[in-house]
């Protein structure tokens, strides 16, 4: 059915997680105590970044953006969550909707390329050890960190921009904010471009630079194996971090946007986005 002969929506309904009361009061403060150390532990990272001299090299520049990233990306859905667990009609408008979209897309899009890049750094590191300050220089680093912002942006904000999309009623998502691939299934519209843009995206965003990862670390695996012991430890442990925020970035996000697209996975989707969105400082203290 076309889009004239349904009601377009004017904003979307967030259904959260429960409307028990003393559930979301327990919610808030867990909520609450998580966005506060998230703000707080990222902070202190670029904050540190910027006072510390001895800080100053391309693995601790990457991840100062990798900082800001997790900061602006858990402040996109949180004070939102945080109001709507005591209100009891959890609103947003279109606008506030898409704008929630774009960012969280555009930074996630980011992250992962930025992940990729951070590998990259450390097969530089370890691989060509005499000319990864030649390799590296600053000058190196700001083009790298501003093509994986301008790639993301072209790979994720501009297709989004170009198929406009109507919601229609019943506008409610089971969601606590406006996640794309839940946003997509109220669209008023055949859903199959939009989808085809979503799988395309997460291609080039999720698969691409994943792969790129693993075979970075193949490399890296391969040219530790000839070290010595002691250097050979001392190298195993600055990759280590990495590997373990990769797999918990990775696993969740692959998992929401390549599982299963039922009415059924959605509570699983919902309670993933938790982990994938708002504990998030953890795997940068981690890669730190």
């Known amino acids: 059915m076309d889009a004239f002969n349904k009601t377009l929506a004017t904003e979307v309904i967030l259904l959260g997680f429960s409307d028990n009361f003393l559930v979301n009061v327990i919610l808030f403060f867990f909520f609450l105590i998580v ?63 898409g704008i929630q979209v774009y960012i969280s897309v ?24 005499l000319n990864y300050h030649v390799l590296m220089r600053w000058v190196v680093c700001y083009r790298l960190v501003a093509f994986v912002w301008i790639m993301s942006f072209l790979i994720s904000v501009v297709p989004s921009l170009l198929m406009p999309m109507n919601v229609c009623n019943p506008n409610k998502i089971n969601h606590f904010m406006c996640e794309i691939i839940a946003v997509v299934k109220l669209s008023c519209d055949n859903i199959y471009m939009n989808q085809l843009v979503i799988f395309s995206m997460s291609f080039f965003t999720f698969l691409f630079p994943f792969s790129f990862i693993i075979i970075t670390y193949v490399f890296i695996i391969s040219s530790v194996l000839k070290i010595q012991s ?59």
């Open 35 to 97: 966005y506060f150390v998230t703000v707080v532990g990222n902070f202190l990272m670029i904050l540190l970044f910027f006072i510390s001299p001895q800080l100053h090299i391309p693995m601790y520049f990457f991840l100062c953006n990798l900082s800001f990233i997790d900061l602006c990306y858990s402040s996109t859905s949180m004070p939102k969550l945080l109001v709507d667990l005591f209100s009891t009609r959890r609103i947003i408008s279109l606008g506030g909707c």
């Open 106 to 129: 555009f930074l996630g899009d980011t992250e992962c390329l930025l992940l990729a890049l951070m590998a990259y750094d450390r097969y530089m590191a370890i691989c060509h050890p």
């Open 230 to 288: 002691v250097v050979r430890s001392k190298a195993f442990s600055t990759c280590t971090s990495h590997i373990i925020v990769v797999v918990m970035f990775y696993c969740t996000a692959m998992t929401m946007y390549f599982g299963p697209s039922s009415q059924y996975s959605t509570d699983q989707e919902k309670y993933i986005s938790v982990f994938y969105v708002l504990i998030r400082d953890e795997r940068t203290l981690k890669c730190s």
